[in-house]
Nanobody, 120 residues
Framework: VQLQASGGGLVQAGGSLRLSCAAS????????MGWYRRAPGKQRELVAT???????RYVDSIQGRFTISRGNARNTVYLQMNSLKPEDTAVYYC???????????????WGQGTQVTVSS
């Protein structure tokens, strides 16, 4: 399973960015897709996830500002980030929980990360 993330960049505080991630390869079923981030000097943290059934989960610090959604192709996930703050600066990683065939266990897969920098 390969994950290709894009959409990061440099933006001023209060601005918006939209991250995209497309999953490809041998995928039997996707259980959930999501985004994590790692800020400088901090541990990686969950940002948002969305299950195959559409249930979403967000970390408290981004509630009301970020929205996660799935694409029509069902193997894509987006993170719309509004009202960005300098503390949102981090490398954002796409994450997928998926089965690669009917008999396999659910595996966890990671994208390469995309840098988001918010200037004050």
């Amino acid at each position: 399973v390969q994950l290709q993330a894009s959409g990061g960049g440099l933006v001023q505080a209060g601005g918006s960015l939209r991250l995209s991630c497309a999953a490809s390869g041998s995928i039997f079923a996707i259980a959930s897709m999501g985004w994590y981030r790692r800020a400088p000097g901090k541990q990686r943290e969950l940002v948002a996830t969305i299950t195959s059934g559409g249930t979403t989960r967000y970390v408290d610090s981004i509630q009301g500002r970020f929205t996660i959604s799935r694409g029509n192709a069902r193997n894509t996930v987006y993170l719309q980030m509004n009202s960005l703050k300098p503390e949102d600066t981090a490398v954002y990683y796409c994450n997928v929980l998926a089965k690669i065939d009917y008999m396999s266990m659910i595996g966890q897969f990671w994208g390469q990360g995309t840098q988001v920098t918010v200037s004050s």
